[in-house]
């Protein structure tokens, strides 16, 4: 007998940076972080989690390529998640035993993963919700944070959908460092995001080697863990909580500013933004300007990659520049049919970062806030 679970999970994109760790074995980090859960009509990763007595050894494949399943991160998961069932085992008799059986795990990204979009998020995110499922396990979206988290960072904000942070907490063992629902994806539903891919190639420091370095090595971080990023928590969560959009944006474009002054702090410097990420912060401003307030926000993680949020009403400002600047590339229809008609007006006296937008750019992803991993029918 082969007993079976799936799940969707959602790829989420920080405003509020997690960068930095205070324990690097259980991913705990320096400061609270605060993100948007994006919709997994457009990017998710499918993951179905399996058990049997047939099977010799656990296994994992990601896009049907075996991957490694003994690194300490997935073991962390793997380990809390089967004590969890037996836990529920040793209570009722009446269970099978399948925290003994071996597991096969099966994920597919519906995106590129070589893109240096937040994989390993949805992915951690997938793979604890789907043996959650197949384990009938009662825990919370809170307590599978906790332990989606161990596998990467970022991946305990994806267990919820919509606006989702996540408290750094203090105990030694990570009991307080959990993920939280700021608000539902129904309470501001029209918040979009385009996401220009700068680039397929493989980002050249790793976010757990970068943000160890900043740790050892910035001056400007201590200032940030501290003083700046707390402040801003509270502000973005009442930004949101009052659909502040210029607030949100504000604090977004400012808080990956600041991440990104912490990594060119570093001994040596890291650059994750290149020409072409500063080019789409150059035409964000523009569009900003030309619309005399503030319709769209720039943010960029680990890569060069811009995600761009913007309201559903701003769409042609926003959304139908850039495609008036990048012209017929792929993605400009999002899977909820939320086209861009029109190319907008491409904004004046910045034909420089336009040129560089258009050589640097290969694909858009047109998204939206969306919600949590939902469980699906095995593939
Ligand atoms: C810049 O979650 O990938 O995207 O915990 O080492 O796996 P690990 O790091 P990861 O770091 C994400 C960093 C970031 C900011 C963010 O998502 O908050």
């Keep these: 007998k082969v007993y079976r679970a799936s799940t969707f999970a959602p790829v989420n994109i920080a405003v509020i940076k997690y960068w930095g760790k205070r324990d690097t074995k259980l991913n705990l980090p320096t400061n609270s972080s605060l993100s948007v859960t994006l919709s ?3 990017l998710r990763t499918h ?3 399996s058990c049997s007595a047939s099977f010799a050894s656990d296994t994992l494949t990601l896009n049907g390529q075996p991957q490694d399943i003994s690194t300490p991160r997935t073991q962390a998961c793997l380990r809390e998640l ?3 069932r037996k836990d529920l085992e040793s209570k009722n008799s009446s269970l099978s035993q399948l925290s003994s059986l071996q597991l096969k795990i099966v994920s597919e990204n519906n995106f590129p993963t070589a893109a240096g979009l937040a994989s390993s998020a949805a992915g951690f995110a997938a793979l604890v919700r789907s043996i ?3 384990y009938a396990l009662p ?4 307590e599978l944070s906790r332990i989606a988290r161990q596998g990467s960072g970022s991946a305990c904000r994806s267990l919820f959908g919509g606006y989702v942070g996540w408290n750094h907490g203090s105990a030694a063992d990570g009991s307080d460092s959990i993920a ?6 129904d309470h501001w539903s029209d918040m979009r995001a385009v996401i220009l891919v700068a680039s397929a190639e493989k980002k050249d420091v790793s976010s757990t080697a970068g943000m160890q370095a900043t740790v050892g090595t910035s001056a400007l971080f201590k200032a940030r863990a501290e003083t700046i990023v707390p402040q801003r928590m509270e502000e973005m969560e009442e930004a949101i909580r009052k659909k502040d959009f210029a607030a949100f944006a504000s604090l977004t474009m400012r808080d990956s500013n600041s991440f990104h002054a912490t990594c060119l702090d570093t001994d040596p410097p890291i650059f994750y933004m290149n020409d072409t990420s500063r080019a789409a912060v150059r035409v964000c401003q523009a569009i900003n300007e030309t619309a005399g307030r503030t319709v769209c926000a720039y943010t960029f993680d680990a890569g060069p990659n811009a995600v761009v ?3 559903a009403a701003d769409e042609a400002a926003v959304a139908g520049t850039f495609r008036g600047i990048l012209g017929e590339k792929t993605g ?9 008609e029109k190319a907008g007006q491409v904004p004046e006296n910045i034909a420089g970062s336009v040129e560089t937008l258009q050589k640097g750019i290969s694909r858009v992803i047109l998204t939206g806030v969306g919600d949590g991993p939902r469980q699906t029918e095995e593939h």
């Excluded at 825990?139 to 809170?142: F, I, L, N, R």
């Excluded at 939280?180 to 994806?185: I, K």
């Excluded at 400009?332 to 861009?340: L, M, T, Y």
């Design 47 to 49: 993951t179905t989690a």
């Design 139 to 142: 825990a919370s979206p809170t």
């Design 82 to 84: 089967r004590s969890l």
């Design 132 to 134: 959650a499922n197949l």
């Design 309 to 311: 949020y913007y309201l």
């Design 180 to 185: 939280y629902e700021v608000a539902p994806a």
């Design 40 to 42: 997994q009509d457009d």
């Design 332 to 340: 400009w229809e999002g899977s909820r049919g939320e086209k861009v």
